[in-house]
């Protein structure tokens, strides 16, 4: 035989058990997108494995849905609750037949979210846990997203890309987060720090604030104030207003609704209230508020919250 043939013929078997072994050992391989569907870990400690890429996701909670659009999965969201109200005015999506409300954050009807059968539905914990449990028990998918920092927000983030395949969205969008929040505790890093109370509910006689525990005390931290009552090893303490003036704060910050909505009628209002006109804050006019869905709400808006706080402590430094 001709040796310019054998050596062709011996080239020709060599690349093709080459192409054997490649296409056998790729088929060997685990697919990267469906392995980081394998132990999905919840702020549950509760682990979730999917077989394939959700289709149809059910939030029912508004700081669920919100990670889900600011990581570009909102086209995979077939219902939320009546309190989701960012990035969008979806009560108009659903009067417009372009989703579907499973109605109330801590009663979501199991009627609807039975007849749409998702593949996975995102939650929040505390108020939530019995109804996780439910879903749980109907053998639904369900991811808890109850973070208690701010790098369990940016967990959460990460968790739900994984799920729902939106991977690389979810790390640009840490990073941004990430980038924002160092830019802001750098600028803050060696300025004084004010002392800051942080109102969740105020009644005269019984009062509520945050303590160390509560993932917002890390937002004041960063953002280079110090939390009143972060020596209360809690996350929501409850206080006597006496307490209050004798911590006597710098710095007053108000939620612009939520809890304490009814006893928060006006600035002035709260510099009325007896005993306050004592303190740094209310003789410095330094009371602030700030929109609470962007500081109670564990979600992709976490960075707006500490730039609006660091405005707030810093104002010479923004």
């Known amino acids: 035989m001709n040796t310019k043939y054998t050596i062709a013929a011996v080239v020709i078997i060599v690349l093709i058990v080459s192409a054997a072994f490649i296409i056998y050992y790729q088929a060997q391989a685990p697919d990267e997108g469906l392995e980081a569907l394998q132990n999905l870990v919840d702020d ?3 682990t979730t494995s999917l077989t394939a890429y959700p289709e149809k996701i059910i939030s029912v909670a508004p700081s669920c849905t919100e990670i889900l659009f600011a990581i570009d999965a909102g086209d995979k969201v077939v219902a939320v609750t009546d309190y989701c109200d960012y990035p969008y005015d ?16 801590t009663t979501p ?9 998702p593949d996975l539905i995102l939650a929040s914990g505390g108020v939530q846990d019995d ?19 701010v790098s369990g927000i940016l967990y959460n983030i990460e968790l739900v890309g994984n799920a729902t395949g939106n991977r690389d969205e979810a790390t640009a969008l840490i990073n941004n987060l990430t980038s924002r929040i160092d830019a802001v505790s750098e600028t803050v890093a060696n300025a004084a720090k004010p002392r800051v109370y942080y109102e969740v509910y105020y009644e005269l006689t019984s009062s509520w604030t945050i303590g160390s525990l509560a993932w917002q005390n890390e937002l004041i931290e960063k953002a280079g104030g110090t939390n009143i009552f972060n020596d209360q090893e809690i996350d929501y303490y409850q206080y006597q207003v006496e307490a209050l003036i004798d911590r006597n704060p710098d710095v007053i910050v108000l939620p612009a609704s939520g809890m304490g909505t009814g006893q ?4 002035d209002a709260v510099k009325a209230r007896p005993g306050w006109d004592t303190t740094n804050a209310v003789q410095d006019d330094r009371l602030h508020q700030i929109d609470s869905n962007i500081i109670e709400r564990s979600g992709p808006r976490v960075a707006d919250a500490i730039e609006q706080l660091a405005e707030f402590f810093h104002p010479e430094l923004f």
Request: charged share 20%.
């Open 44 to 46: 549950d400690n509760y």
């Open 90 to 105: 979806f009560s108009a999506w659903v009067a417009a037949g372009n989703m579907t409300s499973v109605g109330d954050f």
């Open 109 to 117: 009807n199991m009627e609807v979210i039975t007849a749409l059968d």
């Open 131 to 149: 109804i996780v449990s439910t879903l749980r028990d109907r053998g639904y998918k369900v991811l808890v997203l109850d973070p208690t920092s």
């Open 264 to 267: 928060l009628e006006s600035l």
